[in-house]
């Protein structure tokens, strides 16, 4: 028992110590040899765990996007309506792509790598059903039009959140995302939401800036 926990220690660490040179160099500048002097293991210990830097990056993604996943369950209550919880899922996303190197890593990478692909699969294909799941709910709860379509509405919701993480890493200003989520979620909003109910939820979108 005691062996296992030191290995899973010295995974993690790996892990950590690999994420933050992903961040600082990118997938096709970052070698094996920054990341165990990084991470202070020896080479032995990383090929334990590893056997090589894809395999590596792709388990920081799907460490990355357990870690967010995990932040979301909180929006899982069924209390909570669903428009309400894509807005906030929205903020967790982009307050956890600057404060969690391991989810900034995994967003990164997602990009650099290309296929969106940690170990167990595509990880763009949960939140895409995640925020099918979440329209289609939203449109039963009478928040967004009865004739909407929740697939196009949910693949909206990620495109342009993900898309707003891309350029803000392009240009150096993801300290600003929490304000440009608000402003998406204002001018997005109308088009959505039913007559009504397009301020109660501007305000809802607003008061998650305030807490970051």
């Not at 932040?71 to 956890?96: H, T, W």
């Not at 909206?156 to 150096?172: P, Q």
Request: hydrophobic residues 45%; charged residues 20%.
């Amino acid at each position: 028992m005691v062996r296992q926990a030191r290995a899973e220690i010295t995974r993690d660490t790996v892990l950590s110590g690999a994420a933050n040179v992903f961040l600082r160099l990118g997938y096709a500048n970052a070698g094996l040899s920054e990341i165990i002097s990084q991470s202070q293991v020896t080479k032995g210990a990383l090929y334990f765990h590893f056997g090589s830097k894809e395999e590596l990056a792709r388990a920081v993604i799907d460490e990355g996007n357990s870690r967010l996943v995990t932040a979301c369950k909180q929006f899982n209550d069924g209390r909570i309506p669903a428009l309400e919880a894509a807005i906030g899922i929205s903020y967790i996303v982009v307050d956890m792509s600057v404060s969690d190197p391991m989810v900034s890593a995994m967003l990164r990478l997602s990009h650099q790598i290309g296929d969106y692909r940690g170990t167990q699969g595509n990880v763009m294909a949960g939140w895409s059903e995640a925020f099918d799941h979440l329209a289609a709910k939203a449109i039963k709860q009478g928040d967004l039009d009865a004739d909407a379509d929740s697939k196009t509405i949910g693949a909206l919701v990620l495109e342009i959140l993900t898309g707003a993480h891309m350029v803000a890493v392009a240009t150096s200003t993801t300290d600003e995302l929490p304000a440009r989520m608000e402003r998406l979620w204002y001018y997005l909003l109308p088009s959505l939401v039913t007559p009504g109910k397009v301020e109660y939820f501007r305000e809802f979108a607003a008061r998650r800036v305030i807490r970051h």
